[in-house]
């Protein structure tokens, strides 16, 4: 029935002169390509190492960005300040600035500062304001912050977490319940109440070798780097729902702070502060 078809058999025809038409062509092509073959190859090899050589020196940056001399900063607040929340706002926003301060090769392959802001308490010294800065931005970050708040006193610190003959401890790690382009809460009544205070009061009463320790690591954000971002600049340059994506979205931990809660039992912690910001077990 099928050699029988009008159709079928015009088609093969058709099909048969299609591919004589276009043999020479073939035959072309394939000279062609085997003519270039080393250039092809060699083009692999070169792309090869230059994606090889890409990634070595975007993790010899990281290693290098990580390694960084630090110092530790103890700051002790007046009793009582009368600074508004804008104030604050503006102090962050010079510490921002100053940590996007890279080079160019950082910025080229997207290796970014980082802070630590940390409240830590203990039953001997009670709770106190820790950061964590490299040294070489150090002496910037003091004046910024004697310059927000005059009398404030900073003095260099050394590493709480270096507590010897302990042998355990545990870390939470806290995201954002909702998408990262929901606005945080805004205190409009600092007066009537400190938002720290709740932290805090989870932080004391503490036995005699416990440290419980609250941490913010921040760090500027790169655009391009993050897809997300991306995604919510083109909805709004489309004027397109962007509360139907977010809302449709749960990518909370895409959030700018990292925040770690790490509480030590008594006459059981030891951990080892590591050189990129994280906190192993040591036994």
Known sequence: MLKNNLILTIFQKELTRLFVFLNPYFALVSRFIVEIKPVLVTGFLILAFLF??????KLYLTWKESTKAVTFLEVTPLALTELSSFTTTQLFSAVHGLARQRTWLDRLFGISK????ELVSTKELGIRYILRVPTEDSD???KNLIAYLPGVKITDSA???SVPNTTHGHILEFGLSRHFAHPLKKQEKLAEYDPIAYVTATMT???ENELVAFQLVVSPIDIVLVPEIKKLQSLFLGHQDIVKHVSQT???LLGIFFM???ILPSHSYASHRSNHFSFYRRT
């Open 140 to 142: 910037s970050i003091k």
């Open 205 to 207: 009463k503490l036995a």
């Open 159 to 161: 590493d709480y977490l």
């Open 250 to 252: 749960n990518n909370g």
């Open 52 to 57: 090889a050589t890409y990634w070595f020196l």
């Open 114 to 117: 980082h802070y630590v802001f």
């Open 260 to 262: 770690g809660f790490f």
